[in-house]
């Protein structure tokens, strides 16, 4: 992307850990007009009758809520659950400041080692173990991108009280509990209250402009480009599903017509990003064979949630088959 093109997009980001996780080298590399973050939906009719007003914030929280809600004699199955997919992991990890990778989370230079045997992935796993031995967590046993659709399942027959989910939902998780009775909050994702919150990452997606394009098709994908975050546009579609709303100008026409105040579900994400601390950790990872990496670390949770083996040996294992793949993808790299 040309330096102008660069230029013309970076005043549009609205949110700086957006804009962080797309710049490299100082350059806004494109235009992330989808996006999301990983957020806590409540169903504040379970947490009311266990005496409880606010969501929970931090996992300490979470624990002590569960233990209120599951002694109601109407208990839900569960208390809580989430989406076995690595994006949680990443998540939770870098709430606490802690990268994904090295050479400052493969922004300072191409990372060479992911970091998954540590500190705070020790002290998640060993959290989220400790929930599903005590039945608050369900865990379905699916992985990855099936594991979406066992929460959605539970959450609204109200088998769990709480869900971690995208925000890229949160139209359909207030719609949820309209339809079934039951009153939905959204709050921000909790966090290790022993190392405190820093900031958490954004998902979603991007739209790119290829280098080495002529100047007539440029102009063209760019029109493109500006005509998908034009206000209107990016408020509509931040609307009918709960992605964020990067742009000013598109937040501006939001507040204007009290979207906010009428529908505060769907500020969380966005207020949740716009409170992060922007760290390399909170930017986000830069590795090679992101898929395949995430991939192992959703087994390792699928491991230590289903077998009795040490967090810290299952971790040490999936890192070494990380940076296996790692090494391999960077040598392929390397000789092209």
């Known amino acids: 992307m040309t330096a102008v093109t660069s230029a013309r997009l970076k005043k549009h980001s609205r949110v700086a850990p957006v804009r962080a996780y797309y710049t490299l080298d100082g350059q806004f590399t494109s235009m992330p007009w989808n996006t999301s973050s990983a957020i806590y939906f409540n169903n504040m009719s379970i947490l009311n009758a266990a005496g409880i007003d606010t969501p929970p ?20 199955e569960f208390c809580w659950t989430f989406p076995n997919h690595g994006w949680f992991v990443e998540q939770w990890v ?17 990372a060479t080692e ?57 139209a359909v998780y207030t719609q949820v509990g309209v339809d079934n009775g039951f009153e939905v909050v959204a709050s921000f994702l909790p966090y290790n209250q022993e190392t405190g919150w820093t900031g958490n990452l954004i998902g979603g997606a991007s739209l790119w402009l290829t280098a080495g394009l002529s100047p007539e098709v440029e102009d063209g994908a760019l029109s493109f480009l500006l005509y998908m975050i034009q206000p ?42 716009a409170q992060s601390t922007v760290t390399p950790a909170t930017s986000g990872a830069l590795v090679g064979a992101f898929p395949s990496i995430r991939n192992v670390v959703t087994q390792a949770v699928d491991t230590v949630l289903l077998t009795d083996q040490p967090v810290a040996d299952v971790l040490a294992a999936a890192q070494a088959e990380a940076n296996q793949i790692l090494a391999d993808y960077n040598a392929l790299a390397a000789a092209e």
Request: net charge negative; with cysteine; aromatic share 10%.
């Open 94 to 110: 870098a709430q606490q400041n802690e990268a994904f990778a090295n050479n400052g989370n493969g922004r300072d230079a191409r």
């Open 232 to 273: 209107e546009n990016a408020a509509s579609w931040h609307q009918v599903t709960g992605y964020i709303a990067i742009t000013g100008a598109a937040n501006e026409l939001l507040e204007g017509e009290g979207w906010f105040e009428t529908n505060p579900n769907f500020r969380v994400a966005a207020d949740q990003l």
């Open 114 to 170: 992911v970091t998954i045997n540590t500190p705070a992935a020790q002290a998640l796993m060993s959290f989220l173990d400790e929930q599903a031995a005590k039945g608050y967590l369900y865990y379905s046993g699916a992985q990855g991108g099936n594991s979406w659709g066992t929460v959605d399942q539970a959450f609204s027959t109200q088998q769990v009280a709480m869900a971690a989910y995208s925000s890229s939902d949160t």
């Open 57 to 76: 914030a931090t996992w300490a929280e979470i624990d002590a809520a569960c233990e209120a809600i599951m002694a109601l004699e109407d208990h839900p």
